[in-house]
């Protein structure tokens, strides 16, 4: 039984994992996109989530630690620089996973995983930055909703004055 095994051990030894997924991370670091088996996408997902949150926070605590993961001095730096400033206002969900459909070979799954503010289709762009999210509980949206409809009937009339006036002119 598999009573609260919460961790995909990917068939390897505790230190084979580890090394793979280092690897996997530095990748996805550096191209910003890759395409793996959906087994280790999930578990990569689950291993670089926490490092970008921590990126977040530029200190020599939080790189040390960063770096004591990935082992590679340009994707330390690649994450705490362009990477944080992008997921500045994301308060977490940096990845996505898009399944590809199976392997000829052996049949497995693959996916691919990408970093969410990287991707210029789904996104705003890459010149753009992401805003900081909302954090309020308040139900202020319905106030926002009356005025804009009350400023909508207010600019009709007058825009209807505008075409009679125009018409009586002629």
């Not at 039984?1 to 997924?21: E, F, P, Q, V, Y």
């Not at 005025?147 to 009937?153: D, L, N, P, Y």
Request: hydrophobic fraction near 35%.
């Amino acid at each position: 039984m598999r009573h609260g095994d919460k961790i995909n051990n990917l068939s390897r030894t505790a230190s084979h994992r580890k090394a793979l997924l280092n690897n996997l991370a530095c990748e996805l670091i550096q191209h910003k996109r890759i395409v793996t088996t959906l087994a280790k996408a999930k578990a990569l997902r689950t291993w670089i989530e926490p490092l970008i949150t921590k990126a977040k926070s530029n200190t020599t605590h939080s790189r040390r630690v960063v770096f004591s993961y990935l082992q590679d001095k340009e994707a330390v730096t690649e994450l705490f620089s362009t990477i944080s400033d992008k997921v500045a206002g994301r308060p977490g969900g940096y990845t996505r996973i898009i399944k590809l459909g199976i392997r000829v070979g052996d049949n497995a799954e693959k996916a691919m995983i990408e970093l969410v503010d990287f991707n210029e289709i789904y996104g705003k762009g890459k010149g753009e930055t992401a805003a900081p999210a909302k954090k309020t509980r308040r139900a202020g949206g319905a106030k926002k909703a009356a005025t804009k409809t009350e400023a909508k009937v207010e600019e009709t009339p007058a825009s209807e004055e505008t075409t009679s006036e125009e018409k009586s002119a002629d």
